[in-house]
């Protein structure tokens, strides 16, 4: 994923003016490749503490004002998400605003609101501070929020690491070139990425330095604005290093409670769901594979419906490949981990093991031999297939990184085709694996993780045996086994796609 930084001269006041500001660089943003934009503190009404305080009331908004309307139709628009700093109302009555950043989703719905934490002296006459901790989850990345002073405050990043974040946002209004050389020393210090939305113009404080930038966890500078002035700029960085792979063991480390549901056969449960032709492995040795990969879980075939069925006219999802027997996946995983090690013999186990979980999922967490993942393209109502960018199983070697859903190396036609892809499909309740822009699920241990979910539903499945009815953390019933994973995509079975969908056995 990108992620930019914007630095927006802001108008004092005036909200709406400003929400439409922030629409125009959410769309150029889009444009430029970013999946995610973060704007200075606090943006929507400029840092001007006296006109706050004259009338919180105007001054003070909620996710769903209807003057930052401009700034959610261009998230939905666009598929990008966007951290929007302003004074946040409280919904207690009499209560002090926040300085709040409203986190709005790539559908424009909001994902999390983060009120700043520490206050300075000034502000406190005005604003009340926040008490949580400010997260989310998005593309596989999971994101920390700062405002301004909150950086100064060394637990506040200690934190986001402990919490698993790898990339801290900080939306400020800092007034020196010293105060934002120091976000080089925190990403340095705590290994991650870090993103600066630093103010331009003249504020309370004085005028802000500008400056706005992007850090590698190693505290390499690899984006700056410059120091400010009347016309807005947008600051870039590739953070796609930071997703969460499968062989992560925080998914490892998610529990497993088998709900029991069944597998269905997709062409005879739903027959208005365009499948391609559906077969064995390439390589014909696996018993049982025979038909298997038609079959998923009823609830994931539900939410398929569903995303078909919200997709704009002209449109049709096409289903390639949806359970896959245990031993294909562990066949599949040690021929692509071969591949890698022989490639790169300088690479010790762990390293060909999360390289290739870019890829294959490890057997011993894979999704598809849950029956909770799916692997499908868009096409037309009449079954033309279109270019995704890359065709489905192009692996990160083959296609330069251009199979990660969110690569910025990709025609503007078919990003935009992802992008309806995604919108349908999260609408209806599926996660992405961010290495795959064709590979989505529902109720395996990536999904429970992404969604915050205590616990996946769906475990291990044998074909012919009944699933367990429950499974600790990183063990199995009569299921099988789930561990520490990766993602999908490898190798498939020649014929598990329709038409030219025929997977490469690599």
Not at 9 to 35: K, Q
Not at 288 to 294: I, L, M, W
Request: proline residues 7%; charged residues 25%; negative net charge.
């Amino acid at each position: 994923m990108i992620i930019a930084a914007a630095q927006l001269p802001s108008v004092t006041g005036d909200i709406a003016g400003n929400a439409m500001r922030m629409a125009r660089l959410i769309t150029e943003a889009d444009e430029r490749g970013a999946g995610l934009v973060v704007f200075s503190e606090p943006a929507l009404t400029h840092y001007d503490l006296r006109q706050m305080a004259d009338d919180p009331a105007r001054a003070a908004v909620l996710p769903d004002d209807p003057r930052l309307a401009p700034i959610r139709e261009a998230c939905r628009a666009t598929g990008v998400a966007a951290v929007v700093n302003g004074p946040g109302r409280s919904s207690e009555a009499g209560a002090l605003p926040t300085i709040a950043s409203f986190v709005y989703g790539p559908d424009g719905a909001l994902l999390t609101r983060y009120d700043k934490r520490h206050l300075t002296e000034t502000e406190s006459a005005v604003f009340a501070p926040g008490s949580a901790h400010g997260r989310f989850t998005l593309g596989g990345i999971r994101f920390a929020l700062a405002t301004c002073f909150d950086s100064s405050f060394p637990e506040v990043a200690e934190r986001a690491v402990a919490d698993g974040c790898r990339v801290y946002l900080s939306s400020a209004f800092h007034s020196d070139a010293e105060r934002v050389a120091r976000y080089g020393e925190l990403a340095r210090e705590h290994g991650v990425h870090v993103l600066l939305a630093n103010g331009t113009g003249v504020g309370s404080p004085g005028p802000a330095a500008g400056l706005s930038g992007c850090w590698l966890p190693s505290g390499e500078r690899v984006a700056s604005a410059g120091p400010g002035g009347d016309g807005a700029e947008l600051v870039l960085s590739d953070v796609r290093d930071a997703i969460t792979l499968m062989a992560d063991p925080a998914v490892a480390a998610v529990p497993v409670r088998e709900c029991g549901e069944p597998l269905v056969d997709v062409r005879t449960a739903a027959p208005e769901l365009m499948a391609g032709h559906l077969g064995p492995g390439a390589d014909g040795e696996v018993d049982g594979a025979d038909g298997a990969f038609a079959l998923l879980r009823e609830g994931v075939l539900r939410r398929l419906l569903a995303a078909q069925a919200a997709l704009p006219d002209g449109w049709r999802l096409r289903f390639i490949e949806g359970y896959r027997p245990p031993a294909l996946q562990r066949h599949y995983f040690t021929r692509y981990a071969d591949g890698l090690r022989a490639d790169h013999p300088d690479w010790d186990d762990a390293r060909v093991h999360r390289a290739a979980s870019r890829y294959v999922s490890p057997p011993e967490i894979a999704p598809h031999s849950a029956g909770g993942a799916v692997d499908l393209t868009l096409v037309t109502s009449d079954g033309d297939e279109v270019d995704m960018g890359t065709p489905i199983d192009a692996s990160p070697e083959e296609s330069g990184g251009a199979c990660y859903t969110s690569a910025p190396d990709v025609p503007p036609e078919a990003r935009a085709r992802r992008r309806i892809l995604a919108a349908a499909l999260r609408g209806a309740g599926l996660v992405n694996y961010p290495t795959e822009w064709w590979h989505w699920s529902y109720g395996d241990r990536y999904w429970a993780l992404e969604t915050g979910a205590e616990h996946a539903l769906y475990g291990h499945r044998e074909l012919g045996t009944e699933p367990a009815t429950e499974e600790a953390d990183g063990t199995e019933g009569t299921a099988g086994k789930e561990g520490a994973g990766g993602t999908e995509g490898a190798q498939r079975a020649a014929g598990t796609g329709g038409t030219d969908l025929v997977g490469a056995e690599r």
